[in-house]
């Protein structure tokens, strides 16, 4: 499969996902405060994002990376009154395997209002559109509200991985989440 690169916003019915940018660096900063403990649950950047200069650093390195086809991250912003809601992005990219992961978080005042499931889809059906032909989203097999995420959106359970995500706490168990492209793959005949 060729390499291509994502669009820098799409459209997703009541959001709107677009390249994570500067511009956006305080509102990312302040959702990560106000939900700070919620967030840090299940995310290991939290501790070592102590300020907003860290903010801008970790948007540096994702600009970076969307350069180098290496990762897509986007901030979501709802329509239309563009209020921030969290960030979702696309990495563990592998264009010779057709393959991509999802991650995402959202501030706690936005959680189970469906605005992820929703911003999951977009991505997947650009992801779909391009190529890919596998999509997985992966959580700590406690982290209900992202699998909750993975389930509505259509995603069916793997597997499970013993121990294979960090957490503060030690190492924990890992449920992967897989969708598959609905379109027939280029060059080969699907088996059943």
């Not at 995420?149 to 069916?156: C, D, F, I, L």
């Amino acid at each position: 499969m060729e390499k291509f690169k994502l669009k820098e916003s799409i459209f997703a019915g009541r959001l709107i996902l677009l390249q994570r940018r500067h511009e956006h660096d305080a509102d990312v900063w302040q959702a990560i405060e106000e939900s700070r403990s919620f967030l840090r649950e299940y995310l290991f950047w939290v501790d070592s994002t102590k300020t907003y200069a860290d903010v801008v650093k970790a948007t540096d390195m994702f600009a970076k990376k969307w350069d180098e086809d290496g990762e897509w991250c986007y901030n979501l912003y709802s329509l239309p009154d563009n209020h921030f809601l969290g960030c979702i992005g696309v990495h563990g990219i592998s264009f010779m395997n057709q393959t991509a992961e999802l991650g995402y978080w959202l501030r706690l005042s936005e959680t189970g209002k469906g605005y992820m499931a929703e911003a999951v889809q977009a991505l997947e059906n650009e992801l779909f559109s391009a190529g890919m032909h596998r999509v997985e989203i992966c959580c700590d097999v406690h982290n209900f509200n992202s699998a909750n995420v993975a389930k509505r959106a259509g995603y069916t359970l793997e597997s499970m991985a013993k121990e294979a995500l960090y957490h503060y706490t030690g190492l924990h168990d890992m449920a992967r989440y897989v969708k598959i492209s609905p379109y027939p793959i280029q060059g080969f005949e699907r088996k059943i």
